[in-house]
């Protein structure tokens, strides 16, 4: 299993940026997805979540209203809409997929199985 996260960048206060994650060597239309972020000096936390199906998503208090999770099970991707971003945002974000026929809560980093290799994300005031 791959799994390939693109689309990090640098950008000011208040700009957008799209996150991609391409998924390879699993039935993806079968996997919760999710994505986090990890700071310096911080933990790896939770951002956002999305059902195998794309029916459910869940965000962290932090982003909600801001980012958009969404996946398109025919590509074998998943995206992250980031808007309206700030400098506590700045951190390296990872893609993440469950094993398959798995729910997609709960949404510790222990819980899911596959991890892409992660793309900066650093917003200046």
């Known amino acids: 299993v791959q799994l390939q996260a693109s689309g990090g960048g640098s950008v000011q206060a208040g700009g957008s940026l799209r996150l991609s994650c391409a998924a390879s060597g699993l039935t993806f239309s079968g996997n919760a997805m999710s994505w986090f972020r990890e700071a310096p000096g911080k933990e790896r936390e939770f951002v956002a979540a999305i059902s195998w199906s794309g029916a459910t998503t869940h965000y962290a208090d932090s982003v909600e209203g801001r980012f958009t999770i969404s996946r398109d099970n025919a590509k074998n991707t998943m995206s992250l809409q980031m808007n309206s971003l700030n400098p506590e945002d700045t951190a390296v974000y990872y893609c993440?997929?469950?094993?398959?026929?798995?729910?997609?809560?709960?949404?510790?980093?222990?819980?899911?199985?596959?991890w892409g290799q992660g793309t900066q994300v650093t917003v200046s005031s």
């Open positions: 993440a997929a469950k094993d398959r026929d798995t729910p997609w809560y709960p949404i510790g980093v222990d819980d899911f199985r596959f």
